[in-house]
């Protein structure tokens, strides 16, 4: 028998399982902050720092005792964090790089073709001379290893060793050790992680069962290509023979839509409803959330849940932008309300305003304005500014 779960219970579900339930004023810690990644599964990285960068405003925004230092020592200290690839650059867990290796030895040959049909016949000569240099070397930042001969340009015009260095990232064979002034620092995969997170294997079954049941496990509710987009680790395919062959251990459900109810089919754990009523309310206060927040990440997904439309802009012609560069969606409770324009002028040493849009239906009341002052004090202080700044015609959006 398929069950209908209302749209309001599926919203408290995945808000839940995104860590944006949990009161976001109880100490973390650095225990804490391993914990919450590992629940989250992954927190993007970006260089973009409008108002804060990416990683640290996805993790303030759901505890404000978070600590930047924290962050750093689990990467570059304990090892218990690396980055490398999901849908996009990212902090993972360490305990989870044994199924990153299935995912590199996937991407080996991909890349290498992709890459020569970008790059010209003859462009992978300095990949064992690069690796080479870092074994015998040490750590090195892609600067350090440029072709004195090799002409400045963009990512379409890396230098031979910028290729080498991404290329053996990509497929595991070197690992971030560090950032300098948020530039790589690389070093081999077995020096930056313990051995006990280095060493392991596992079969390509125990790999693809992994894939699937985290990812359901951290959806709450998914379709099975939901499931294989969750870390782009494994194909939808793949991912509908897992849940066909799991049958037993799931339960259908059709997902009441926010636009228009129309259920949507998904999959759960049998156990799932089962556990409603232990999932909490999220907190009713105002939050602003990162353009590349997990919550929102599958854009698709986020429109059918919260009957929210959220692009970002940064790509986008100036005069064709609907909304801004960088705007900030805002989560209220279990809502996403609107969305805001800002930037954080640290030489003016204020968090400029420039402009606030609510969604259709949702009131501009003193209360709401009052509960997004409030937090936008809270990131004011933790971007290391000192005043929120209105600029004029804010409210005009």
Same mark, same amino acid.
């Not at 379409?156 to 910028?162: A, G, Q, R």
């Not at 002034?181 to 125990?206: G, I, T, W």
């Given at each position: 028998m398929t069950t209908l779960l209302k749209n309001a219970d599926a919203r408290r579900i995945f808000l839940a399982r995104q860590g944006l339930s949990d009161p976001p004023g109880r100490a973390l810690g650095k225990d804490g902050l391993l914990r919450l990644i590992h629940d989250l599964g992954f927190v993007q990285v970006d260089s973009i720092a409008t108002v804060e960068r990416a990683h640290h405003q996805i993790l303030f925004s759901r505890n404000q005792t978070y600590r930047r230092e924290h962050l750093a020592d689990l990467l570059e200290k304990d090892g218990e964090l690396f980055e490398n690839w999901t849908h996009d650059a990212s902090i993972i867990p360490s305990a989870f790089y044994r199924y990153w290796k299935h995912k590199f030895a996937r991407e080996h040959a991909a890349i290498l073709e992709r890459w020569r049909r970008w790059q010209g016949e003859g462009f992978e000569a300095s990949f064992a001379e690069t690796y080479d240099r870092?074994?015998? &070397?040490?750590?090195?930042? %892609?600067?350090?290893?440029?072709?004195?001969?090799?002409? %400045? &340009?963009?990512?379409?015009?890396?230098?031979? %060793?910028?290729?080498?260095?991404?290329?053996?990232?990509?497929? &595991?064979?070197?690992?971030?050790?560090?950032?300098?002034? @948020?530039?790589?620092?690389?070093?081999?995969?077995?020096?930056?992680?313990?051995?006990?997170?280095?060493?392991?294997?596992? /079969?390509?079954?125990? @790999?693809? /069962?992994?894939?699937?049941? %985290?990812a359901l496990t951290r959806l709450g509710f998914a379709t099975h290509g939901e499931i294989a987009a969750f870390w782009d680790l494994v194909s939808p395919d793949e991912a509908k023979a897992w849940v066909e062959a799991h049958a037993a251990e799931l339960r259908p459900l059709l997902v009441e839509t926010a636009a228009d109810g129309r259920p949507r089919a998904s999959h759960a754990f049998a156990d799932f409803l089962d556990k409603l009523g232990d999932i909490p309310e999220p907190p009713g206060r105002l939050r602003v959330l990162s353009p590349f927040d997990p919550l929102i990440r599958d854009r698709n997904r986020t429109e059918r849940l919260f009957g929210f439309f959220y692009r970002i802009e940064v790509f986008v012609p100036e005069p064709k932008r609907q909304y801004g560069y960088y705007v900030f969606p805002l989560l209220e409770g279990d809502r996403l309300i609107g969305r805001i324009d800002m930037k954080a002028d640290r030489k003016a040493g204020q968090l400029a305003v420039r402009k606030l849009w609510l969604e259709p239906g949702v009131r501009r009341s003193t209360g709401r304005l009052e509960r997004l002052e409030a937090e936008l004090a809270r990131l004011s202080r933790f971007t290391g500014v000192e005043k929120v700044c209105f600029l004029d015609g804010w409210l005009d959006g």
């Open positions: 870092i074994a015998a &070397g040490g750590a090195v930042l %892609s600067r350090e290893l440029k072709h004195a001969d090799h002409e %400045s &340009g963009g990512w379409w015009n890396w230098h031979p %060793s910028k290729t080498a260095l991404e290329y053996l990232w990509r497929t &595991g064979k070197v690992a971030i050790a560090r950032r300098e002034n @948020f530039q790589k620092v690389y070093d081999l995969s077995e020096r930056v992680l313990p051995k006990h997170h280095h060493e392991p294997e596992v /079969d390509h079954d125990a @790999f693809v /069962d992994w894939a699937c049941r %985290s």
